[in-house]
């Protein structure tokens, strides 16, 4: 279905001016910081100040607030240091892209794969954000492209300091090298060991033993095994609790892994499935973290680094349904370009950005900059120039025990989290309602 035309500088090139213009085009346009975007740039903010151990063994992966803290000590505001390094990275996926699919599916399905994805909603999005999203599926696509042993390990121990979950590459290595010596998968287990150890060991160190992400504890507690603070407690104390999670999480994982396809490429994807054998293998790596990692604590934003290994079967069905389409394909590729572009660039939710800059502009106005502010989105304190503190639920009790604990002032909730018989104590006062009383803050203290 793509132009059959040759474009000048061949398709790649194309891909990647087009792909750079849209990304741009999107950044240019200010979309909302992700909720977790200000917790990134604080770790990179405190890796310029050489606080290394504690951003190696926190909550947050590392790779990507290094990534950011090297633009940014080039003298680029923080903020967007933090959406270039996505952008660059989603633009390093692209010739990634091109190559794995010539290999698996041949030079047109390559073409197409990397035009898609140089318009592709959910990618260009993903590009302009402060998150690691686009740096763990270039990741995942070096290693799939790799052909040497110590390369591939090392692009996976890379995954894991880019998403925790990227430690799944270790054992699907092994498996992809197991008609190879041993030497290869020693080689392949030492790269990758060698370069997730700093991890590691500034876990052991912060948290007093072994473990892949502090992360994990909060998985463990969404299993529903009550007392479990990693997954093999869940899985010994109730295995069965586990398992019921995952066939849940499937379910709702495949559903984001869809919707961040889209619904205009839905169906060349069922196309390609039965024409091009050779895409099997990026799509059982999807599956696999779709059924295993994913599905454990599923989230439409961790569907992003899969896109790219859905793109080549999309790029085969794109190709049959061309060929169907005979002399209309020209006309439906326009079409489909054009349709894919007008949402890579749609700001969506508006009213959303609007109410965080309300509130902020409330905070900064009212308590000047500095403050502390407890709530579950850090963007409010981000935007009012002070320091978010993040509850670990929505309950009340916890955010205030989390505002007493740190001499918080501000606590700023949403009326329906606070349900009957529970009312303030008498240490917090509600001054404001904004965003139509969508939100209440409240003081806290005397």
């Given at each position: 279905?793509?132009?059959?035309?040759?474009?000048?500088?061949?398709?790649?090139?194309?891909?990647?001016?087009?792909?750079?213009?849209?990304?741009?085009?999107?950044?240019?346009?200010?979309?909302?910081?992700?909720?977790?975007?200000?917790?990134?740039?604080?770790?990179?903010?405190?890796?310029?100040?050489?606080?290394?151990?504690?951003?190696?063994?926190?909550?947050?992966?590392?790779?990507?607030?290094?990534?950011?803290?090297?633009?940014?000590?080039?003298?680029?505001?923080?903020?967007?240091?933090?959406?270039?390094?996505?952008?660059?990275?989603?633009?390093?996926?692209?010739?990634?892209?091109?190559?794995?699919?010539?290999?698996?599916?041949?030079?047109?399905?390559?073409?197409?794969?990397?035009?898609?994805?140089?318009?592709?909603?959910?990618?260009?999005?993903?590009?302009?954000?402060?998150?690691?999203?686009?740096?763990?599926?270039?990741?995942?696509?070096?290693?799939?492209?790799?052909?040497?042993?110590?390369?591939?390990?090392?692009?996976?121990?890379?995954?894991?300091?880019?998403?925790?979950?990227?430690?799944?590459?270790?054992?699907?290595?092994?498996?992809?090298?197991?008609?190879?010596?041993?030497?290869?998968?020693?080689?392949?287990?030492?790269?990758?060991?060698?370069?997730?150890?700093?991890?590691?060991?500034?876990?052991?160190?912060?948290?007093?033993?072994?473990?892949?992400?502090?992360?994990?504890?909060?998985?463990?507690?969404?299993?529903?095994?009550?007392?479990?603070?990693?997954?093999?407690?869940?899985?010994?104390?109730?295995?069965?609790?586990?398992?019921?999670?995952?066939?849940?999480?499937?379910?709702?994982?495949?559903?984001?892994?869809?919707?961040?396809?889209?619904?205009?490429?839905?169906?060349?994807?069922?196309?390609?499935?039965?024409?091009?054998?050779?895409?099997?293998?990026?799509?059982?790596?999807?599956?696999?973290?779709?059924?295993?990692?994913?599905?454990?604590?599923?989230?439409?934003r961790y569907a992003v680094p899969l896109v790219p290994l859905l793109l080549p079967a999309t790029a085969a069905?794109?190709?049959?349904?061309?060929?169907?389409?005979?002399?209309?394909?020209?006309?439906?590729?326009?079409?489909?370009?054009?349709?894919?572009?007008?949402?890579?660039?749609?700001?969506?939710?508006?009213?959303?950005?609007?109410?965080?800059?309300?509130?902020?502009?409330?905070?900064?106005?009212?308590?000047?900059?500095?403050?502390?502010?407890?709530?579950?989105?850090?963007?409010?304190?981000?935007?009012?120039?002070?320091?978010?503190?993040?509850?670990?639920?929505?309950?009340?009790?916890?955010?205030?025990?989390?505002?007493?604990?740190?001499?918080?002032?501000?606590?700023?909730?949403?009326?329906?989290?606070?349900?009957?018989?529970?009312?303030?104590?008498?240490?917090?006062?509600?001054?404001?309602?904004?965003?139509?009383?969508?939100?209440?803050?409240?003081?806290?203290g005397g």
């Amino acid at each position: 279905m793509p132009l059959r035309g040759q474009l000048p500088g061949g398709p790649l090139a194309a891909a990647l001016a087009v792909g750079l213009a849209v990304r741009v085009l999107r950044l240019l346009r200010d979309p909302l910081i992700h909720p977790d975007g200000p917790a990134y740039l604080d770790l990179a903010s405190a890796l310029l100040r050489g606080k290394v151990m504690a951003v190696l063994g926190g909550y947050y992966s590392p790779l990507y607030p290094a990534a950011v803290a090297g633009l940014a000590a080039t003298g680029l505001r923080l903020e967007l240091a933090g959406r270039a390094t996505a952008l660059l990275a989603g633009l390093a996926a692209l010739p990634l892209l091109y190559a794995l699919v010539r290999r698996c599916a041949g030079e047109r399905a390559a073409d197409a794969a990397v035009l898609v994805a140089a318009v592709h909603p959910a990618l260009v999005k993903a590009s302009a954000q402060v998150l690691p999203e686009t740096l763990a599926g270039a990741l995942l696509l070096a290693w799939l492209v790799a052909r040497r042993a110590g390369v591939a390990g090392a692009l996976a121990g890379g995954a894991y300091l880019a998403r925790p979950e990227g430690v799944l590459l270790l054992p699907l290595g092994l498996w992809r090298l197991r008609r190879a010596r041993l030497g290869a998968l020693v080689l392949y287990a030492g790269a990758a060991v060698a370069v997730m150890a700093p991890a590691l060991v500034a876990l052991r160190a912060e948290t007093g033993h072994w473990q892949l992400s502090p992360r994990e504890a909060r998985v463990a507690l969404l299993t529903g095994v009550p007392g479990a603070t990693t997954l093999a407690e869940a899985a010994l104390t109730n295995p069965a609790a586990l398992l019921a999670r995952l066939a849940e999480g499937v379910a709702r994982q495949v559903l984001y892994d869809a919707t961040a396809l889209g619904p205009l490429l839905v169906i060349p994807f069922a196309l390609g499935l039965g024409t091009a054998p050779g895409t099997r293998g990026p799509l059982a790596v999807a599956a696999w973290f779709t059924a295993l990692p994913l599905a454990l604590n599923p989230s439409p934003r961790y569907a992003v680094p899969l896109v790219p290994l859905l793109l080549p079967a999309t790029a085969a069905g794109l190709l049959a349904l061309g060929e169907r389409l005979g002399r209309h394909a020209r006309l439906a590729t326009a079409a489909l370009g054009s349709a894919l572009v007008v949402q890579a660039l749609w700001v969506s939710h508006p009213l959303d950005a609007a109410c965080s800059r309300e509130v902020s502009q409330l905070v900064l106005e009212r308590y000047g900059p500095g403050q502390a502010l407890v709530a579950v989105d850090g963007r409010f304190a981000y935007g009012a120039h002070g320091r978010a503190l993040v509850p670990p639920t929505t309950d009340p009790e916890d955010a205030l025990a989390l505002a007493r604990r740190s001499g918080a002032r501000l606590w700023l909730t949403r009326p329906a989290w606070i349900r009957p018989p529970w009312t303030p104590p008498a240490d917090a006062r509600a001054v404001a309602r904004p965003c139509g009383g969508t939100f209440v803050l409240f003081e806290v203290g005397g």
